[in-house]
């Protein structure tokens, strides 16, 4: 999923300022589903509130027995480009894991047509079009999947923000991840809410289509046990496994409680096998999951249809902080940051409109996050024990190129009391750990 991968300007004249709330808040609804669908995923960088841009360090390129596999089939040209991120998907697609559907629902003039599917028991891949009659800015706006009877299959799911050029057709898919103890239905209902300009439709599309299990219920995991301590910076981590399907391999990190800081997040965490071909997270999707207490699962690159001989996980990175400094406060009053991290991180407007709230963020970055918007936060709590909603999220590069722009909107639920201050925990941020690692785990 990547949500809402736009980036927007969030320099906003003062009086914009209740217009520009305003438009934010009908957007609420939608948002709102959208993340609870995503309850039991934990949200990464590249997941929760605000876009980023992931630096690629490996060129990919399309396997010649994939393009091959595919061309002679009517339909399969945009799945094929819609995979070409991904090595370990193509290798799915080689080994006949693909189901044609072509599924399809339409209203009002706009059209929608699950077009393939491409799944195993962890991971679904659902492939589509949108059409209207008149060319417009079209994306999915909200997503929910029920079985044959009608009841909500639980499920997290990623999917981008569209085409941001107007045109009549998009070409896309939706990533959708499996809970644990989730069984796949034989049927699916999906109903597809669209947006046309940025505006949902009143309608959703109900689109049903089959599910062709004998695809992959034969592909059991493969699981390599690992349990290897690594120390970097002080800091402890152990990876536990890793655990191999046709669509994703699994990277199980736990990380020590006694540790003096918290981590986010790794830098280009990848596997390497004994040729140097390399298994890594290109994107798309989602990065990792929580893992009960203190434990992490990665998301990488399959490499199910491959046989390597030895493996490394390799990290070129550690994003931590001192654990003391993940709360950020803000005085609601004097509208200044009273406790940060550090000076990288600067207020630069604080909007307070009746149950509405919004801030801007300028944060200073190194030059290996130039090319990357991090998520700094996804909830708000107030001095006075007010709920918030989060309702949307937008990231820039600043005026300096070694400064980005954040802004963030929040709509307060509850009615206890104009609160003195704000605080929230920093779902990431671009502090590193002195150190990198490569352990051997096969």
Request: proline share 4%; with cysteine.
């Amino acid at each position: 999923m990547q949500e809402d991968n736009q980036t927007v300007d969030q320099q906003v004249a003062l009086p914009l300022i209740d217009p520009y709330i305003r438009n934010g808040i009908h957007q609420a609804k939608q948002l709102q589903q959208k993340r609870r669908r995503m309850r039991w995923v934990r949200l990464g960088s590249g997941l929760a509130a605000c876009s980023f841009l992931l630096a690629l360090f490996f060129s990919i390129k399309l396997s010649p027995a994939v393009a091959a596999y595919v061309s002679h089939i009517p339909g399969m040209e945009k799945l094929v480009e819609l995979i070409s991120d991904d090595r370990g998907l193509q290798r799915a697609a080689e080994n006949d894991m693909v189901q044609n559907i072509g599924a399809s629902a339409s209203h009002n003039g706009v059209s929608f047509t699950i077009d393939q599917v491409l799944m195993d028991q962890k991971r679904m891949l659902v492939f589509y079009t949108m059409k209207a009659k008149e060319k417009h800015k079209l994306s999915v706006s909200n997503v929910e999947l029920f079985d044959s009877s009608g009841k909500n299959w639980e499920y997290g799911i990623s999917w981008s923000s569209g085409d941001l050029h107007e045109t009549n057709v998009i070409r896309d898919r939706l990533d959708i991840y499996v809970g644990e103890m989730n069984e796949v239905p034989e049927v699916l209902i999906a109903k597809i809410t669209p947006a046309i300009d940025s505006v949902a439709l009143d309608t959703p599309l109900s689109v049903t289509f089959p599910i062709d299990k004998t695809k992959y219920i034969s592909l059991d995991e493969k699981v390599y046990p690992v349990m290897k301590q690594v120390e970097v910076d002080g800091q402890r981590f152990t990876i536990e496994q890793i655990a191999v399907f046709p669509t994703q391999t699994e990277v199980s990190i736990r990380f020590d409680p006694d540790n003096t800081k918290h981590v986010f997040d790794f830098d280009q965490l990848r596997l390497v096998d004994e040729k140097g071909q390399t298994f890594a997270f290109w994107g798309n999707g989602v990065p990792y999951r929580d893992n009960g207490p203190n434990g992490v699962v990665y998301h990488l690159e399959s490499m199910y249809f491959v046989q390597p001989e030895k493996l490394y996980l390799k990290a070129s990175g550690i994003r931590a902080i001192d654990k003391d400094k993940l709360q950020v406060v803000i005085d609601a009053k004097q509208q200044t940051l009273e406790k940060a991290p550090d000076s990288q991180l600067q207020l630069t407007a604080l909007r307070q409109n009746e149950d509405v709230v919004g801030m801007d963020f300028t944060l200073a970055v190194q030059e290996q996050d130039l090319h990357r918007h991090y998520s700094l936060l996804s909830e708000l709590t107030d001095d006075v024990g007010n709920e918030y909603e989060h309702v949307q999220s937008t990231s820039s590069v600043g005026n300096k190129k070694t400064t980005h722009s954040y802004g963030y909107l929040f709509k307060r639920k509850t009615n206890k009391g104009a609160p003195s201050s704000y605080q929230f925990t920093l779902n990431n941020y671009p502090v590193r750990l002195l150190g990198d690692f490569s352990v051997q785990v096969k």
